[in-house]
């Protein structure tokens, strides 16, 4: 008697759970699985590897990819986690300071690229006519490789910079008060006390956010397209920028397709190791 | 003394690119072309060509910011009532599956939604909703869903046990319970979450850009991104479509920035 009614139980609450998250799993069926299996279905054409890998661009693209990866997202988070520590200070103004830097956070992407775009024009352009009047030649910003890929990255660290130094400044602030004082009868230093009791706290957090954040900047399309548009000759693009030139311009979806596979390994890496420590 | 120092560079880096937009957007014509860092002769003509649709860039200014509008609106309708559901789901009842559905869940919102755009792409044209909000529509409450159950829930699971159990001894069935106890207790979380996917669809991009042709029928993010395949631009006209599009996120941003901080923090730090 005692174990048919656990039983009805049991059947109830996985029938109120189902049915209270049925719009959530039939969306995720419809729109993230069905077009996922069709992607890997398209990106099943060897041929296509084989056209992107004797692509000069695509290798390109690729070393681009990981420059954007690896360099903005990481510089972003060094300054993210030392400019938490000033945001950390409890003086009045430090808020005022805090709230006027989440500007960026706060604007959509798409005008602050355009403002940077202005900024960085090469004939009427802020930067250039400062350089001028230094006595210094003007540089054509986004008209050349590396300043052009400087470009993509210094405004992703300038519009993403906000988010991420609020997210650790939340971690700072979980961290107990009583292990700074402990620090301070030690008599510890500010740099001794970020090493020994900040840092080690922060870490996994850390490096949580690291993780989330190279994700999401694989797969950036807004800024560097926006900002270059690949150019100057195809040379800046990233991975989300070709797929879109060669589904879009060129009408090769498979090729599209494929680019986005090659990244699949590396994404599926990075989402395992981030479902093994974020628990939900 | 160091500390304000910081503090100089820290506002010049944040702010100057924004006071460019500005300086931009009140620039006339004639000066666009003499760069400096003020104004020398202000105006709001690009203001009034904006709002009066007096140029054939923003000819379609308000149906382009109204397409934006309605679509975030419906993004925001929709997360908030899936996320409701879904959060009551997974904080309230301890199902079978449910470990199975967070990891979905999870798995969606790390997932770039450009790895996914191509086949989303294909699939809306194979039902014929290309040129339509509602493909948008669907692609924003997709990518914006699991973040927003995943801050929900978390609140949710904060709550007090008593919730169901009044519900039991008023004899109040599931869905009563959800619709008068569960409800008003997630307020807060629901405005930030309903804020959160507002903005995650006024400022999309790529999917817009995508999902929709055609002047009439485009966002206003999608029609400023047209504006840079012309030669010559008119930018302090796009300088002031750029920041009339930005107030209301920015608005939004510090009227709910208590909700959105918090709920978007305990979310990151309690992941750990």
Redesign the interface.
């Known amino acids: 008697m005692r174990t048919t009614v656990r039983g009805r139980l ?1 059947r109830s ?2 029938l ?6 049925a ?3 039939l ?2 069926a419809a ?2 699985i ?3 299996t ?2 890997v279905w ?1 990106a099943l054409d060897a041929d296509a590897y084989r056209a992107l890998f004797s692509d000069p661009i695509f290798r390109q693209t690729v070393i681009n990819t990981l420059w954007y990866v690896g360099v903005a997202v990481n510089v972003k988070l060094v300054l993210a986690l030392l ?1 938490s520590g ?1 945001l950390d ?1 409890p003086f009045r ?2 808020r005022l ?1 805090a ?14 690229i ?6 960085l024009n090469s ?4 930067f ?2 400062l350089l001028t009047l230094l006595g210094l030649p003007s540089v054509p910003w986004l008209a050349q490789y590396w300043t052009a890929l400087g470009a993509v990255m210094v405004f992703h660290i ?1 519009k993403y910079l ?1 988010f991420w130094t ?2 650790f400044l ?2 700072r602030r ?1 961290i107990p008060n009583e292990l700074y004082e402990a620090a301070a009868i030690d008599g510890a230093s500010s740099v001794q006390n970020f090493w020994h009791v900040t840092f080690p706290l922060l870490r ?2 850390y490096l ?2 690291t993780l ?1 954040s190279m ?2 900047t ?5 800024v560097p397209w ?1 900002m270059t ?1 690949g150019a100057p000759g195809d040379s800046t693009h990233v991975l ?1 920028t070709l ?1 879109y030139r060669y ?2 311009t060129m009408g090769r ?1 498979e090729w ?2 494929a680019t ?1 596979a090659v ?2 390994p590396a ?1 599926l890496l ?2 395992g190791m ?2 093994r ?4 | 003394m160091w ?1 304000s120092v ?2 100089v560079v ?2 010049a ?3 100057f ?2 006071y ?2 500005l300086l ?1 957007s009140f620039t006339p014509t004639n000066d ?6 003020y104004v020398e002769h202000p105006t709001i003509r690009n203001y009034v060509y904006t709002m009066g649709q007096d140029n054939p860039f923003v000819r379609y200014f308000w149906q382009q910011i109204g397409n934006s509008l309605v679509i975030a609106v419906w993004a925001m309708v929709v997360v908030a ?3 409701a ?2 959060s ?3 904080a309230r ?6 470990r199975w ?8 919102y ?14 809306m044209a194979d039902y014929d909703l290309i040129d339509t909000k509602l493909a948008v529509v ?2 924003m ?2 990518f914006a ?1 699991p973040y927003a ?2 801050v929900l ?1 978390d609140y949710a699971r904060s709550l007090p046990p008593e919730i169901e159990e009044a519900g039991a001894i008023d004899g109040a069935g ?1 869905l009563a319970t ?1 619709f008068h106890l569960y409800l008003p207790l997630i307020r807060p979380p629901l405005i930030a979450i309903g804020t959160y996917a507002f903005l995650y669809a ?2 999309e ?2 999917y817009a850009l ?1 999902l929709l042709t055609g002047e009439p029928r485009i966002t206003l ?1 999608v029609a ?2 047209n504006f ?1 395949t012309t030669d010559n631009a008119p ?1 302090n006209l ?2 002031a479509v ?2 009339v ?2 107030i209301p ?2 608005v939004l ?2 009227v709910f ?1 208590r909700y959105l ?1 918090s709920g ?2 305990s979310g ?2 309690s ?2």
């Open positions: 049991l609450r996985t109120h759970g189902f049915l209270f998250t719009p959530l799993l969306l995720f729109f993230v069905y077009p996922m069709m992607g398209f400019l000033i200070y103004w430090i300071l709230a006027l830097f989440l500007i960026p956070w706060a604007i959509p992407a798409l005008p602050g355009l403002s940077f775009r202005w900024m004939q009427w352009g802020i250039n006519h300038w906000p609020i997210i939340a971690g979980a996994n957090l949580i956010c989330l994700v999401f694989l797969g950036d399309f807004t926006l548009g989300a797929a589904t879009f979806l599209g397709m986005f990244a699949m994404t990075f989402i981030l479902l420590w974020v628990k939900m | 500390l910081v503090a820290m506002l880096w944040t702010l690119p924004v460019y937009m931009l666009l072309f003499k760069p400096g860092l009532a899936i996320a559901l879904g009551f789901a997974m009842i301890n199902f079978r599956f449910r559905v967070s990891g979905l869940t999870l798995f969606t790390v997932i770039p939604s450009s790895f996914l755009s191509i086949p989303f792409f294909r699939m669907l692609a409450v997709t869903s159950l995943w829930s599931i959800f006024w400022n991009y790529l995508l993010p400023m991104g840079l930018w796009l300088m750029s920041t599009y930005s996120p920015v941003y510090y920035k901080v978007l923090v990151a730090v992941g750990t």
